[in-house]
């Protein structure tokens, strides 16, 4: 993460009210913050105070709050406008990055009162694209489990529970990351994670689940592990806490022998499989999914609510005019 010694007082001091009041994660603080300094990089060059135009040597921690107070709706729509042109971002990115950008200019003029006019106040976020989540099927998904339990990897224990954990519970990669043995309750089958916002929520572990950790603290490591990591659930090689990039790589090497697509399928289509799955197969309500999933809007969790084509068929099928000729 950049220094904030190369920031300018009024984004550290958002970054601070973003951590102490809106109770924003780290990885959040990590993301404004590269949105904002990307953004003040692109108002510096715009409004002709930077003679530098590669935007990775930008100096801004001078960019003065009046040079702020001059920013116009117009220029924000620029901005936008040259993600999408000139670095093709997507709708989803720069729809994250006009709600970082709407709620830094609100802190600005509401809660800091450094700036007296809001040009961020009518700022509209970028129409998406709404397309159905990539999963698999409840074949694939046994499939995917059983080559993880058949392997011969002398790591197939912890393996075959994060597979399993991804395929059951529907939960996020960082939330699995950060599991700590001390979260289970062993006597109740469930776990506490911390998901987006730092907002806590409880997962009700079936039998595969506690049966695939229970295997897996058989053989997990003792002795030896980083003293920062001895609480961790998953453990590497090295005996300290699992890293995302490692937690990705053993889903992509599973998927690869289970004769998956890799450029269909990666290890958040495994959050999309488990919810798809419960949603059809197990008729879970949409607000236990959403429970589940740890979505703030029920809006986010509708994508799983989509019929799949035998659902279509069978409504065709079943429509009472269907033998009438």
Do not use: W
Not at 5 to 16: A, G, H, I, K, Q
Not at 97 to 115: C, G, N
Not at 147 to 160: C, F, H, I, P
Not at 193 to 209: A, D, M, P
């Amino acid at each position: 993460m950049v220094s904030r010694n190369e920031n300018p007082d009024y984004l550290n001091s958002f970054l601070d009210y973003s951590i102490t009041i809106l109770n924003k994660s780290p990885n959040s603080i990590k993301e404004y913050n590269y949105d904002l300094r990307n953004f003040l990089k692109f108002i510096k060059i715009e409004f002709g105070l930077s003679a530098e135009k590669d935007y990775s040597k930008v100096d801004i921690h001078d960019l003065d709050i009046n040079i702020i107070k001059k920013i116009k709706l117009e220029d924000i729509h620029k901005y936008i406008s040259h993600m999408a042109t000139d670095l093709r971002s997507k709708p989803a990115t720069r729809a994250r990055k006009v709600s970082t950008i709407r709620v830094f200019f609100k802190y600005l003029a509401s809660k800091a009162k450094l700036i007296e006019t809001n040009p961020a106040q009518n700022l509209e976020t970028p129409k998406l694209d709404k397309r159905l989540p990539k999963y698999l099927s409840l074949e694939e998904s046994k499939k995917l489990i059983e080559v993880t339990k058949t392997a011969s990897d002398e790591n197939k224990e912890r393996d075959l529970a994060i597979i399993t954990l991804f395929l059951n519970c529907g939960m996020r990669l960082s939330e699995l990351v950060s599991i700590n043995i001390k979260d289970i309750n062993f006597s109740e089958n469930k776990l506490n994670v911390i998901g987006k916002g730092n907002k806590e929520r409880t997962i009700y572990l079936n039998k595969s689940c506690m049966n695939a950790i229970n295997d897996y603290l058989k053989v997990r490591p003792h002795e030896g592990v980083k003293y920062e990591s001895k609480d961790a659930l998953f453990l590497s090689k090295r005996k300290e806490r699992i890293s995302n990039r490692m937690v990705q790589e053993i889903v992509k090497r599973e998927l690869a022998k289970a004769g998956l697509d890799l450029n269909k399928y990666s290890t958040h289509k495994l959050r999309h499989t488990a919810a798809t799955l419960m949603y059809q197969y197990g008729h879970v309500d949409i607000r236990a999914l959403q429970v589940l999933l740890g979505h703030e809007s029920i809006s986010t969790t509708e994508i799983y609510t989509h019929v799949n084509d035998e659902q279509v068929k069978d409504a065709v099928n079943k429509n009472p005019l269907a033998n009438e000729t």
